[in-house]
């Protein structure tokens, strides 16, 4: 079992030396998948199921956020920029400026289908979606 630094205002667990929960601002990328999304509606639209993050720089470019189906069937995944994404800690999820028709319009690929993260043109497709400034990374 892990140790607790009670030395600090949060509670911060180790496993060995790698850390596994949360702090105030930061958290481990296997704790944000699963997390909820919801929108300012308070909906639920789905989870983070993966993050993307640039290998150069370490920054979250990305959240790929699983969307509907049942029992893994008819899933989609939705890439959304991070950057779109609000950390509510009343709701415990994140939260976005989307309604569930908007979703459903945005770029998403199925569970069979692989993402074109190769491609420069896909994420700019994502970005100009959300109407955020293209991401600067090497894709």
Known sequence: MGTYDTSRSHEFRTS????????GSLIAASKVEGTSVYNRQGESLGSIYDVMIDKRTGQVAYAVMSFGG??????????????VLDYDVGMGG???DLS???LRDAPSYMADEAADWENPEYSRRIDD?????PYRGMI
Do not use: I, N
Request: aromatic share 18%; hydrophobic share 30%.
């Open 100 to 102: 569930s028709d908007q």
């Open 16 to 23: 060995g030396t790698v850390a596994t929960e949360e702090t």
């Open 94 to 96: 994140y939260v976005v």
């Open 70 to 83: 049942f029992l893994g069937m008819g899933e989609s995944y939705h890439p959304l920029p991070w950057s």
């Open 129 to 133: 979606y959300y109407g955020v400034p």
